[in-house]
């Protein structure tokens, strides 16, 4: 990507002209992150799930079931929930009766 | 084998590239390597946490399980019994152990941070001690608010009992009480972590992951003929810009939008390549293929095919009939409608949206050998999506009136992002979050087949000449060999898990040697290859690819597809066919 066969003040010029790219682009990320983001976060639809993932320390961002620790409860629950459906039957025990 | 030679000027282009029969290859192969490099860190993982599982262990679990049963057969809900003993039974984990603890320290990345960054990384002893006291009281608060609860679902239960659960009144009244004592204990859980907070410094730990990933990397590195030095140099910078991705995807108000650290990495990258160009010392460990592979050999052990089970009939056909339909008919709709160039990026985008986001692209683009700009824009597409969709479906599902575990389900078969389907499910309800995270979880699993079924056809049938019959040993040649410790890695674990018992693998695979080990090498190692993608990509390249708008026209179509389907089989599962496991959630 770097053009080739540049005279030595051509070339300082480049690498100048490109950290001063690279310093523009991390700045824009930065500003985004730390000031146009939030600002976002106080629209009406937007403000009641980002508090409550906040709140709730949601890893909202994971990739996977295991890096997020509220699969891990909900499988668990579910799993307990098909194996020890509860079953009660009032008219079963009425009838040994 | 004339796929080696043409592969080794797409070498830079394509996300993995195909082996060779020869003894050789089994020191020689990067597919090969990241086998070794992936069933080490995993046998590691094994004699660390296996041993943790404990006759000790094997009583407290018998106990609860007994209660679990005695409370199924004494009421027709359940009980704070019931609860008691399955909260018991899931805080029991190798994780928990001084090994467990310990190793998740050492391996800790950049804590969660909102206006200063260096707060990813340093919390002083005043600071921590603060904020100690302020969480403290709120956990105070929550864990009365809780006891209070808990007597009143006691009560509530005691009334029903004693008209044994014939009243249906007193029956609702105890379940909602039950229901508010539940909220209550989530609440002290979450106050009670706050409270927990504790001075930290991440830097030398970094230094040590470092230095442990470098040394992992480079020894294979070197046995492979490259200099060893270089790339550990190299490796400096690349894991620089990966602790950078993830300080980025640490802070608060991108975390709850969903944007993660694929995404950070490959944005990083992409800046430093298109400005100052990546350093020539860099170059040696921008190897992509190395670290994806490796990752993807770590991710093989996370899909358990059991977890296919976990809730049961309706769960697999909303994930394991609708997910497949709508891949190929997407896949279809690309080729044969849209009209896409290229195949490999139509299938990553496809699996991508129907399948589970982020990791399911990264599986599937290694399988048929898609361009690292191709994986880009998929994984780019997935992210924006996903938190559109996690934030609109929440209140669609709400504002229209669907049930909670209707629109869990729904959430859970369609965002692609596995942690906003837990944020998205989450905030409807418990039950939401049950049914949502659940299927989403089979979808996960089924990233193992997607990746093995799209390797085979594109070895067998894309990757051929025209006319050309390709014989069963051409296809084990040109097989992309990672892809078989992948499936070897998920096999194993998985037979492992079903030895040990639903309750035990819980304790020792689940939250010992998964979450406790692989896991955590597998996040970095996919961190270390986004950054490569992007210190590989040129922007201009990338953006050719949206040349039209078909791969953003792919998606949409695709995932209207995706919602329409997932909802009519989620309703006809959950409500018509099966109404009684939907009841008892």
Not at chain 2, 486 to 505: E, R
Request: net charge positive; proline share 4%.
């Amino acid at each position: 990507m770097k053009p080739k066969n540049l005279n030595g003040r051509n070339r300082v010029l480049k690498k100048i002209k490109d950290y001063f790219y690279l310093l523009v682009s991390m700045s824009v990320v930065t500003i985004f992150v730390l000031f146009l983001a939030p600002c976002m976060d106080d629209a009406p639809y937007v403000k009641p799930l980002t508090n409550f993932i906040d709140d709730e320390e949601i890893n909202a961002g994971a990739i996977y079931y295991s890096d997020i620790e509220e699969f891990s409860i909900a499988e668990i629950n579910m799993k307990n929930t098909i194996d020890y459906l509860p079953c009660f039957n009032p008219g079963k025990k009425e009838e040994k009766k | 084998m004339t796929e080696e030679n043409e592969s080794q000027n797409l070498d830079d282009q394509v996300v993995v590239d195909c082996a060779r029969s020869k003894v050789s290859d089994l020191w020689k192969l990067e597919d090969c390597w990241s086998i070794w490099l992936g069933f080490l860190i995993l046998i590691v993982g094994l004699i660390i946490y296996l041993p943790q599982g404990s006759e000790e262990i094997n009583k407290k679990i018998t106990e609860s399980n007994y209660i679990l049963q005695k409370e199924s057969e004494r009421a027709p809900f359940k009980t704070t019994a019931w609860y008691s003993a399955l909260d018991k039974k899931a805080k029991i984990k190798a994780t928990s152990t001084e090994v467990g603890k310990e190793i998740v320290k050492l391996t800790n990345r950049p804590k969660k941070w909102s206006s200063n960054p260096l707060d990813a990384f340093f919390m002083g002893d005043e600071e921590a001690e603060l904020l100690k006291q302020s969480a403290g009281k709120k956990y105070l608060e929550a864990k009365d608010r809780e006891s209070k609860a808990l007597e009143l679902a006691k009560l509530a239960e005691d009334k029903a009992a004693a008209f044994n659960f014939t009243n249906e009144e007193l029956n609702l009244k105890a379940v909602t009480a039950i229901d508010n004592w539940r909220k209550a204990v989530k609440n002290t859980s979450v106050e009670k972590k706050k409270a927990g907070v504790k001075p930290f410094n991440q830097i030398p730990y970094l230094i040590l992951s470092m230095i442990i990933m470098a040394i992992i990397f480079g020894i294979g590195w070197k046995i492979m003929g490259h200099p060893f030095l270089k790339f550990v140099l190299g490796f400096s910078f690349v894991f620089l810009i990966a602790v950078l991705a993830y300080t980025f995807a640490s802070n608060s108000t991108m975390s709850h939008y969903g944007i993660g650290y694929p995404g950070w990495a490959i944005l990083f990258g992409l800046i430093i390549s298109n400005t100052i160009g990546t350093p020539k010392w860099v170059k040696p460990a921008v190897q992509t293929e190395y670290f994806i592979k490796t990752g993807l050999v770590l991710l093989g052990a996370e899909i358990l095919f059991g977890k296919i089970l976990s809730i049961g009939i309706p769960g697999i056909f909303v994930a394991w009939i609708v997910t497949p339909i709508v891949l190929l008919t997407t896949f279809w709709f690309g080729q044969k409608i849209i009209k896409i160039p290229s195949k490999t990026l139509n299938i990553t985008i496809s699996a991508d949206m129907s399948v589970c986001g982020v990791s399911a692209a990264i599986a599937t683009a290694a399988a048929c050998r898609a361009k690292k700009e191709e994986l880009t824009l998929a994984v780019g597409m997935s992210l924006i999506f996903t938190s559109i969709m996690m934030i609109i479906m929440p209140a669609f599902i709400k504002s229209v009136g669907i049930p909670f575990i209707l629109g869990g389900a729904w959430m859970g078969g369609t965002i692609d992002a596995t942690g906003a389907v837990a944020a998205a499910g989450a905030f409807l309800s418990d039950r939401a979050l049950y049914v949502a995270a659940t299927i989403k979880m089979i979808q996960n699993v089924l990233i193992g087949v997607v990746a093995f079924c799209v390797a085979l056809y594109w070895v067998a049938k894309v990757d051929r000449k025209q006319g050309q019959k390709v014989s069963a040993l051409e296809i084990w040649y040109r097989f992309p060999k990672f892809v078989l410790g992948f499936i070897v890695a998920s096999i194993i674990f998985s037979l492992i898990y079903q030895f040990l018992g639903n309750d035990m693998a819980y304790v020792v695979i689940d939250h010992g040697a998964i979450r406790g080990f692989s896991k955590i090498f597998r996040g970095w190692f996919f961190c270390l290859a986004f950054v490569s993608i992007g210190l590989a990509t040129d922007f201009r390249e990338l953006t050719s690819y949206f040349k039209g708008g078909k791969p953003l026209i792919l998606y949409i179509c695709g995932q209207t597809f995706n919602l329409i389907l997932t909802l009519i089989m989620a309703y006809i599962m959950f409500y018509i066919v099966f109404p009684g496991i939907t009841a008892s959630i």
